[in-house]
């Protein structure tokens, strides 16, 4: 079960984007690109996130859940998994997406667990709508919102494998270094920096990717030091389009390969 918090925050590597030049390409402190960061987000996820928590409550069969995400405003954008014993969504609300996990027992057929987690992994139509697209009718429906292939998309089955580079993360990008230190260690590292959120002198933020794994890299430096006081592995939900693109690079890319 992929439960991230945000104030924290398969696979071949892209190539590095090196040199000042790359950096300027990407967007040196744009304003445009200061939209996607997760400090501007965080207050109103978080806030979604409780109230869906409130709301889907324990001890209800599948139907209540899917009646209550539409009372809340929510559309059901994927149906991950649908089994007698578990039972995961994707829903949007605005710019705001989570992932819904039910555990359902097979006895009562009722939920015995509901999770509430961040949707890193977003299946194609819950992209579409986060853009503004409308899904066709046929989308709409159960048999058009779930597919077998879907279950790639759960953040619960690809929790393990971007925990582990978020902990690989957080050990090689330590605090006290100047800020040159950080884009060579993601070089080495094999990430590609695809957006530059910001970059002033108290403060820069990378989104990154590696294979089907995406983080946003937020580090605060001292004024009178230059350096890093502060470094977070966050989990990078609202990416710019940059990054988008080199996920659907690598993907494939894997799929070529089989």
Do not use: C
């Amino acid at each position: 079960m992929l439960k991230i918090v945000l104030a924290v925050g398969l696979t071949a590597a892209l190539g590095w984007l090196g040199g000042a030049n790359a950096a300027d390409r990407l967007g040196r402190d744009d304003s445009d690109n200061a939209r996607f960061s997760e400090r501007t987000h965080k207050g109103d996820w978080e806030r979604g996130k409780e109230e869906l928590t409130r709301s889907l409550k324990i001890g209800e069969d599948k139907a209540f859940y899917r009646r209550e995400l539409e009372k809340l405003g929510y559309q059901v954008t994927s149906i991950n998994y649908d089994k007698p014993d578990y039972v995961e969504y994707e829903v949007v609300k605005g710019e705001q997406t989570y992932e819904i996990q039910i555990n359902i027992d097979k006895n009562s057929h009722r939920a015995s667990k509901v999770d509430v987690t961040a949707n890193l992994y977003k299946a194609d139509t819950t992209d579409r709508v986060l853009k503004g697209h409308k899904l066709a009718d046929k989308e709409k429906t159960d048999q058009g919102l779930f597919h077998v292939r879907n279950s790639r998309f759960s953040d619960r089955d690809n929790k393990s494998s971007w925990e582990r580079g978020k902990d690989e993360l957080v050990r090689s990008l330590k605090i006290g270094e100047e800020k040159p230190f950080y884009r060579r260690e993601l070089q080495k590292m094999g990430y590609q920096v695809t957006s530059v959120n910001s970059d002033k002198p108290e403060y820069t933020e990378y989104e990154i990717v590696k294979g089907d794994r995406t983080y946003e890299i937020a580090i605060d430096f001292d004024k009178n030091s230059h350096r890093a006081s502060k470094v977070d592995v966050g989990t990078n939900m609202w990416r710019t389009k940059e990054t988008d693109e080199a996920l659907k690079r690598n993907q494939d890319k894997s799929q070529a390969k089989r």
